[in-house]
């Protein structure tokens, strides 16, 4: 059976993860994921920090301005809309079942505000003594940051950028990650085709979780 076909009997409740620097290509990967599942009638929560919700619009507005306010301040902010996004879609999720496709969480907590000068040890600490559920697995897409900058010059076309997509800022970012990253992470080349990502991703879900 193909690796694809095999996800059909993948079941929940299951939490994976998707995390990358901006422009790793984390978001289409998420996309894919939950669009196959869903399409072999799988039970799929497709979940997103920084959420929709009030303290996800307090934060885009903070993404869009001309300066970062203080690291602490930020983890503050991630964490309120994490508290939420875990109580109203996360835990409901999990009791029914589904399998969560998320695409960002507190790894982004530690790996971003991380360099903004905080330890990222810490702000991990921080988010499991929050009682955060923990994912299932992580696939982390890593791209080198030259490329991650390319990508999102050209889906900008020229226009403005969120105050964290700057080179410097994404190369200390994936260094974070990298130190972050424990036994449920894989890491996985992000710099091929968006189907040769996905294969990898697929492989190794299938590997990990389907008998
Ligand atoms: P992103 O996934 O790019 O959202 P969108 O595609 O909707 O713009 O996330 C926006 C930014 O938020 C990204 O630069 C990473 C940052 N971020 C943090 O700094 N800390 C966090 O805890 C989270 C969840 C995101």
Do not use: H
Not at 10 to 22: A, C, H
Not at 122 to 134: D, L
């Amino acid at each position: 059976m193909k690796d694809d076909e095999a996800l059909k009997k993948l079941r929940g409740p299951l939490f994976i993860l998707f995390e990358g620097i901006d422009g790793s290509g984390k978001t289409t990967q998420a996309d894919m994921l939950a669009g196959l599942l869903d399409s072999m009638s799988v039970p799929v929560a497709r979940l997103a920090e920084p959420t929709r919700g009030v303290w996800g619009a307090e934060i885009r507005k903070m993404l869009s301005g001309n300066a970062a306010p203080d690291p602490w301040e930020q983890v503050r902010l991630f964490i309120l809309d994490r508290r939420e996004d875990v109580a109203m879609n996360v835990i409901p999720a999990l009791g029914r079942g589904d399998v969560i496709v998320m695409d960002r969480y507190y790894y982004s907590n530690a790996a971003y505000q991380g360099a903004g000068g905080i330890d990222p040890g810490e702000i991990m600490e921080i988010n499991r003594k929050e009682g955060f559920p923990e994912p299932d697995r992580i696939y982390f897409i890593d791209i080198d940051p030259v490329l991650a900058m390319n990508r999102i010059a050209s889906r900008n076309n020229g226009g403005t950028t969120e105050i964290f997509e700057k080179g410097d800022f994404l190369s200390a970012v994936r260094k974070n990650y990298l130190s972050i990253l424990g036994k449920n992470s894989v890491v996985i080349d992000g710099s091929g085709a968006p189907e040769k990502v996905f294969a990898s991703v697929v492989s190794d879900i299938r590997n990990a979780f389907i008998q």
